[in-house]
T-cell receptor, first 112, second 112 residues
């Protein structure tokens, strides 16, 4: 099943923080995060594996709560370049490597 | 409304053989994208069609891969001859504007 992302959309002022959540009804093996800018292909941000990882990428970090089957993407001190649609992709444990599903996306707009 | 569909869901072929993957986008979507995920790695962009024209094919790995979209409707991705490293999940996505993409379920390709 497709993971659920929240919020569907968020508007920020430059410098503000945001959190994007991704949750699944299935036990997860991994969570992937991607950002897609208007008219471009998605760009890979990071993969988190089961075990409760937390990773950082500049001012963008993410956590993965395996027990809750949730992942959160944290955007700190947002920049204009952060605008885009953020997708999580989940890989379930019961069929590892064969069940990768993208979420519907969260549209982030950062205003000056 | 039907979503993006891909056929087959799983294909197993031997090295050197040819395989053709098909993607049917959502009706009315001019933009069609192909992506590939190799086991354990992130999803990588392959190419982007706008109607029947290749807008961006910078992600195509080599000339063994040929994508077509005759008539601007469904698209095919042919791998000829297939190599072991071509194994993975091939995703197709479509969009109406150059914005939110709707992903298909993927085709798992196994090259033996």
């Amino acid at each position: 099943q497709q993971p659920v992302q929240s919020p569907q959309a968020v508007i920020l002022r430059e410098g503000e923080d945001a959190v994007i959540n991704c949750s699944s009804s299935k036990a997860l093996y991994s969570v992937h995060w991607y950002r897609q800018k208007h008219g471009e292909a998605p760009v890979f941000l990071m993969i988190l594996l089961k075990g409760g990882e937390q990773k950082g990428h500049e001012k963008i970090s993410a956590s993965f709560n395996e027990k809750k089957q949730q992942s959160s993407l944290y955007l700190t001190a947002s920049q204009l370049s952060y605008s885009g649609t953020y997708f999580c992709g989940t890989e379930s444990q019961d069929n590892y490597g064969q069940n990768f599903v993208f979420g519907p996306g969260t549209r982030l707009s950062v205003l000056p | 409304e039907a979503g993006v569909t891909q056929f087959p869901s799983h294909s197993v072929i031997e090295k050197g053989q040819t395989v053709t993957l098909r993607c049917d986008p959502i009706s009315g979507h001019d933009n069609l994208y192909w992506y590939r995920r190799v086991m354990g790695k992130e999803i990588k962009f392959l190419l982007h069609f706008v109607k029947e024209s290749k807008q961006d094919e910078s992600g195509m790995p080599n000339n063994r891969f040929l994508a077509e979209r005759t008539g601007g409707t469904y698209s095919t991705l042919k791998v000829q001859p297939a190599e072991l490293e071509d194994s993975g999940v091939y995703f197709c996505a479509s969009s109406f504007s150059r914005d939110e993409q709707f992903f298909g379920p993927g085709t798992r390709l196994t090259v033996l």
